[in-house]
């Protein structure tokens, strides 16, 4: 995911840009947090834009036509800002105008048009925009979460896991869950429905969710494994199934039984069966 | 003949229901391999001989070594699949902490890769992993402890997973297990 400088006033109440691989999960999010979406074709967003390209739930087909090298291609004064999440977290750290103004010095400078008004830098643009339009920090923050939790996961694959030893993965989703609680959680899941390639990274970060001692993130930790259970992917079930039994919550067990019933995979049914009897072992 | 057992290092490998019709009748798929990887060209499996109680001691004896609760994932199998594959098995000392489970384990040995394979194909063909939860694990490896198989300094159970095991092995002294 990468963000984009400040739209120009052609697009009001807009100021960043976020291009993701996901378009579903940025309508969803947008929805979520009440945001209209802009139904902007994509050409015209691309022929009428000053140098900074607009979010648009058609990124599906922007992604298709111009990539972030294209767009500077043709719109060479673009500047583009290092990463949303490091925007965001250096954000959330600059509680002083100074550091603020630290931060986004280390971008080139440039006129930069925000809601009609022209800033001579970045910092100022940023400000003013995030002032107007705070509402969409939390969207970005949201896309962030869900960027870093992506990340992690890809900077996963190939990591050796084996059963009962804690893993570099393990200790950075904890760390994860830890700092930005539930929304974390749903970052990871989306992230895991999102990734079809590595098992291994799928199954680490079901079950140490599972795992993890916390109970402020409790309720959307065991729903979103129950969610992750309808997945279409033996594996993921698996993983849900063994993340479920780490959490050991008895309310799950109309869950597991649906499971029981309907799982094809004799050997991801077998550690429902036993998860069933783990939850209600007075019950058999 | 005997039945063998063998816990599977990394399970999430083994086929699922991903799309398999392109591979050939009679084989497998490759990455069921990882999950039956040798170490040193030998395969340490411990003979159960369709005896729970056996099964429950080697699960115990060989979660001890890990350092939290977690899954263990098994095969059970005769060892006539090991003799179809034509791979000799020895009888030779384990290693873990429950000195009559080190008596019950054989080296599947002298593997070579293509040994590997056809094995794997006929395991893979023939059985299905076994699960045995995280907290039943635990309850296995207190059992043991209370039972003197496996001295408690010798389970590497840290953290969280140590103060469970602990409140475990507590219940069982007190004649009150869950």
């Known amino acids: 995911m990468t963000a984009y400088a400040p739209t120009s006033e052609t697009y009001p109440g807009v100021w960043g840009i976020v291009e993701v691989d996901e378009p579903d999960v940025v309508q969803e999010t947008l929805a979520v947090a009440g945001l209209p979406l802009i139904q902007e074709p994509v050409a015209s967003t691309v022929d009428q834009a000053q140098g900074y390209y607009l979010y648009s739930p058609n990124l599906g087909v922007w992604r298709h036509g111009l990539s972030k090298h294209e767009l500077t291609a043709r719109q060479p004064a673009a500047t583009f800002l290092p990463s949303v999440h490091n925007f965001v977290v250096n954000l959330e750290r600059s509680k002083s105008q100074h550091q603020h103004r630290q931060l986004v010095r280390t971008n080139a400078p440039g006129n930069i048009t925000v809601l009609g008004k022209t800033y001579a830098s970045q910092s100022d643009a940023l400000r003013a925009a995030l002032i107007q339009t705070r509402s969409l920090g939390n969207v970005i923050r949201i896309l962030a979460l869900r960027a870093t939790a992506s990340s992690l996961l890809e900077a996963a694959r190939g990591e050796d896991f084996e059963t009962g030893f804690r893993s570099r993965l393990s200790a950075k989703v904890e760390r994860f869950v830890a700092h930005h609680g539930e929304q974390a959680v749903k970052s990871l899941v989306a992230a895991v429905v999102a990734n079809s390639s590595d098992p291994d990274v799928v199954v680490e970060v079901l079950t140490t969710l599972g795992q993890i001692v916390s109970p402020d993130t409790k309720q959307q930790r065991r729903q979103s494994l129950v969610a992750s259970l309808n997945d279409n992917r033996a594996q993921v079930r698996r993983g849900a199934l063994i993340g479920l039994s780490h959490l050991d919550d008895s309310s799950v067990i109309a869950d597991v039984k649906r499971v029981i019933d309907a799982e094809k995979i004799r050997w991801v049914k077998s550690i429902a069966i036993a998860l069933w009897e783990q939850l209600a072992p007075k019950n058999v | ?178």
């Open chain 2, 1 to 178: 003949m005997t039945t063998l057992m063998r816990i599977l290092r990394k399970p999430s490998r083994w086929p699922g229901d991903e799309d398999l019709s392109w591979v050939p009748t009679g084989e497998i798929p490759a990455d069921p391999l990882s999950c039956l990887l040798a170490d040193n060209n030998a395969w340490s499996v411990y003979q159960v001989d369709d005896n729970r109680e056996r099964v429950n001691r080697v699960i115990a004896a060989l979660a001890a070594g890990r350092e939290t609760e977690a899954i263990a994932e098994y095969l059970i199998f005769d060892s006539a699949l090991v003799d179809q594959a034509g791979i000799p098995i020895e009888t030779t000392p384990g290693q873990t902490p429950d000195n009559e489970v080190n008596l019950w384990h054989l080296d599947i040995s002298h593997m070579t890769a293509s040994r590997l394979a056809r094995l794997a194909t006929l395991l893979v063909l023939n059985c299905e992993p076994k699960p045995c939860l995280g907290k039943e694990v635990t309850r296995l490896i207190a059992n043991s402890v209370v039972q003197g198989y496996i001295p408690a300094e010798r389970v590497r159970y840290g953290g969280t997973s140590r103060t469970k095991l602990e409140i475990e092995i507590a219940q069982r002294r007190s004649g009150n297990p869950n």
